[in-house]
């Protein structure tokens, strides 16, 4: 069911929820401390940390504004469970990243923790047996998980995709930019497919995420942190799963899946990468003579085409490479 009335309030709350609440937050993240050096940049500039929560905030105050109007004004409700399950989600998610970002930058949660934290996060779509068992994948066909799906699949969907988006960033406007990128792409399958959850959360979050790039765009005044990176794959792969689109979910993550095999190549040369580039007098430069990051590959590309590389430049270019590959998924799988 979809009603564009209710939708557009919706999407309106989300929006001012997220803009108003992050210009607050930059104010007082500053007053507390709560402050991390803006890495890309050649001075010792200090950025407000964790803002990305806000974002996260604005579209679940969206999605709730969305249902009370299909309630109050309709009568009904509107697929009441999935949105309920898909809102804990988010809000389980995105507090377990706002407590990384708390602790401190490299201090946070270890890798162990984020997956024994992560994996129950999954438990509201696991509780009310979330998603169609029979699933259609690229390159294998379809294939019918049976229980096995909502036990085991649902956990390492949700594991999985917080996990990737989180490995792409540490640019200004990076994260919430490819974010906005892929609900735009997820918005237009949607609608061409007629999957109204899917198009109305996707909306939903989009105009959320534009409210939050007013002050993450460069030059950043706050960053999104891992509240949002956390809470922003748990929500693109909750959709998925309720929507039942994992070929075209998985296709556009198709830069995350690269990025894990440039970290493993990382790992196999003895590298623990960092995607932040090295600052020069000239610009930015590959931190690494091998590229072991999509941001590597993007700053070589700004190196290649014009002799230069900015930081607006990499987010760009990762926008740039993100919406191609939203398109492709479009014409594959449309």
Sequence with gaps: ??????????????????????????????????VGRDM??????????????????????????????????EGLQYRFIDLMSLSLVLLMSAFLGFMDDILG??????????????AP???PLVAVKAGVSVVSLPLVGVVDFGILYPLILIPIGILGASNAFNMIGGYN??????????MAFTMAYSLLKGLDLAF???????????????????????????????????YYASLVILDDFQKFGLALFSLYFLELALFLRG?????????????TPDGLR??????????????????????KATERGVTLTLICMQSVIGALALIAYS
Excluded at 267 to 279: P, Q
């Design 1 to 34: 069911m979809l009603e564009p009335v209710y939708l557009a309030p919706a999407a309106l709350v989300a929006f001012m929820t997220s803009y108003v609440a992050t210009g607050k937050w930059i104010n007082v993240a500053r007053l507390i401390g709560l």
């Design 40 to 73: 890309n940049k050649g001075d010792d500039r200090l950025v407000a940390e964790a803002g990305g929560v806000w974002p996260l905030i604005g579209a679940l105050f969206g999605l709730l504004t969305l249902e009370s109007l299909y309630i109050y004004v």
């Design 173 to 182: 406007g990076l994260e919430a930019g490819m974010a906005s990128a892929i």
């Design 267 to 279: 790992l196999a040369n003895g590298v623990y990468k960092e995607n932040f580039a090295r600052v």
């Design 200 to 234: 109305q959360a996707s909306v939903i979050m989009l105009l959320s995420l534009l409210a939050f790039l007013a002050y993450n765009w460069y030059p950043a005044r706050v960053f999104p942190g891992n509240a949002f990176t956390y809470g922003f794959g748990a």
């Design 286 to 307: 590959p931190p690494y003579d091998k590229s072991y990051s999509v941001t590597h590959i993007a700053l070589k590309i700004q190196l290649l085409l014009r002799g």
């Design 105 to 118: 930058w490299k201090k946070g949660l270890k890798i162990w923790q984020r997956v024994v934290f992560m």
């Design 121 to 123: 996060i999954a438990v």
